[in-house]
């Protein structure tokens, strides 16, 4: 294979040192001229674009699951709200992949997760060739390399390819991509082996030695110990390995454990929207939760201060949305305690319809909202660990212990009163509360991944078949003349697995083959 003799790279640059992102950065990232990799520097530049890491815009996972639902209701009162794409995601298509040559999926989220792969594979190649550098510094830029690799393919793996058990490990999964040839080999290689690749940079990632807290101050933008322990505990619960997934998630408590108490930390933010309302000619005022604030300036989203201070972050991933709309279920607002959990309060944006226009006539529905409009936390928190924790004891006979881990989340997002502690007169109703615990703390951005698990662990009560009423569509829009029909996804469909960007397939001239269904 021919190899790249060098890389010219727009890089991201973060300031030495802190004052204008309250003590993190002196200024925001910024693009710089294109630079050729030949210090050690250039390698640590490439791997500060937090802007590029953190991003997961997987429509998938955002749009899929039993948390986002759109009902004909409100499609109805706004259809210009819902793009054909969303609706295809909403309802599992697969009938519509290709139409007279027209790329009819979204693979920015693809192409974002192998960039990222491609990145790290930059940092291993130029490791020993650059300037600079002591050999821990050196250690630790390889073990983060290891990291990324690892995180985008799992998240590619639990997007694209088929849960993987022992009846799909020979199933198809993933072009494996070690090195920074563009003449690198394009095929799928089986499921098995791309969770070997997983396991073998998760072992070399575990080497690394930075501490998540630096100075007093959180750097999750960055691999660490804890970021590595995280990942790896989420990674062994979705393999079942319940004795290693709490084993990790302990580590990562031992690194960092700090919970955000939304009795005292959280408020409303300043920034408010006032709609007029038709026909009735009222007017509403939207409140948003303080994060909301955080990254605007002008409705421009130019300061990631509030991303970089959430002091639950272990590794800062985020679930993207760029219509900015995450619509809660009716099934998942009624999981929540409407007037003890503060997580309502504060993320529950009621009136967010109007928000987004649906003001003549008004309709009334609310919105997800945690940082800005756009995003979610998707990377591994402290609380998630807890919830790992909970969800590996229950797993394994130990329902006290677990509804202690719960109630340690619980504490920090609920009112003082009764209703805090959970309690479980057996280990079914342990696992249920540990399900709808992390369905109430991690919406959105994990619901994708735990249903796929939960539909093939050892453990039946936890299965899910997803079912949406929904008007008949095609290509080229909602045929809202129709009668509606119904759609469904079953926990043995093969549409576990979503469709492969077209653009891709088309790219690699036959190489990369599409999933069946």
């Known amino acids: 294979m021919k190899k790249v003799k060098y890389l010219t790279l727009f890089l991201f640059v973060f300031a030495a040192s802190c004052s204008k992102i309250d003590n993190f950065l002196d200024e925001a990232p910024s693009r710089t001229s294109g630079l050729q990799i030949t210090t050690i520097d250039h390698l640590e530049q490439l791997l500060n674009n937090f802007s590029l890491y953190a991003a997961e815009g997987n429509p998938t996972a955002l749009y899929s699951t039993d948390d986002f639902h759109i009902s004909k209701a409100l499609y109805d009162a706004r259809p210009a709200n819902f793009g054909i794409n969303i609706i295809r995601y909403h309802n599992w298509d697969v009938s519509f992949l290709t139409e007279n040559g027209t790329n009819l999926t979204d693979g920015s989220f693809w192409a974002r997760e192998f960039q990222k792969i491609f990145y790290a594979n930059t940092v291993l190649e130029y490791l020993d060739r650059v300037t600079g550098g ?20 799992w998240v590619l793996a639990n997007t694209y390819c088929l849960p993987y058990t022992d009846a799909t490990k020979n199933e198809p999964g993933l072009p494996i991509r070690l090195t920074i040839s563009f003449e690198e080999a394009a095929q799928r290689q089986p499921l098995y082996k791309v969770y070997e690749q997983i396991e073998a940079d998760l072992t070399d990632a575990s080497k690394i030695n930075v501490p998540l ?18 990942f790896a505990a989420r990674y062994w619960l979705s393999r079942f390995n319940y004795e290693k997934a709490l084993q990790y998630a302990n580590s990562a408590l031992v690194e960092h454990s700090t919970l955000v108490d939304y009795k005292t930390e959280m408020s409303y933010s300043p920034i408010t929207a006032t709609f007029t309302l038709r026909p009735s000619n009222t007017s509403y005022t939207v409140k948003y939760p303080i994060t909301h604030d955080y990254r605007m300036t002008n409705n421009t989203l130019t300061d990631p201060t509030g991303i970089l201070q959430w002091k639950e972050f272990m590794y800062l991933r985020m679930l993207s949305e760029s219509s900015w709309w995450y619509i809660p279920s009716s099934d998942l607002l009624a999981l929540y305690d409407q007037t003890n959990d503060l997580r309502y309060r504060y993320h529950i944006v009621e009136g967010y319809s109007y928000d987004r226009g649906i003001t003549n006539p008004s309709y009334d529905y609310p919105g997800y909202v945690f940082f800005f409009k756009s995003e979610v936390p998707s990377g591994p928190t402290v609380a998630e660990m807890l919830l790992i924790k909970a969800e590996a004891l229950a797993h394994t006979g130990q329902s006290g212990p677990a509804m202690d881990a719960l109630n340690t989340i619980r504490a920090k997002r609920m009112t003082a009163g009764s209703w805090v502690n959970l309690t479980a007169a057996n280990n079914d109703d342990a696992m249920r509360k540990v399900t709808e615990e992390r369905r109430r703390e991690m919406p959105f951005a994990q619901r994708w991944f735990d249903l796929r698990r939960y539909n093939h662990n050892e453990y039946a009560g936890d299965d899910v078949n997803l079912t949406r009423t929904f008007y008949p569509y095609t290509s080229a829009g909602v045929s809202t003349t129709q009668p509606v029909q119904t759609y469904t996804l079953n926990k043995g ?3 576990w697995a979503a469709p492969i960007p077209t653009t891709e397939i088309i790219a690699s001239r036959g190489e990369l083959q599409q999933n069946t269904y």
């Open 213 to 230: 807290v630096q100075g007093g101050k959180i750097t999750s933008w960055r691999a660490n110990k804890a970021a590595v322990n995280g």
């Open 134 to 153: 002591t050999p821990e510094q050196k250690a630790n830029l390889k073990a983060e390399a290891h990291l990324i690799r690892a995180y985008s393919y």
């Open 493 to 495: 469909s093969r549409r």
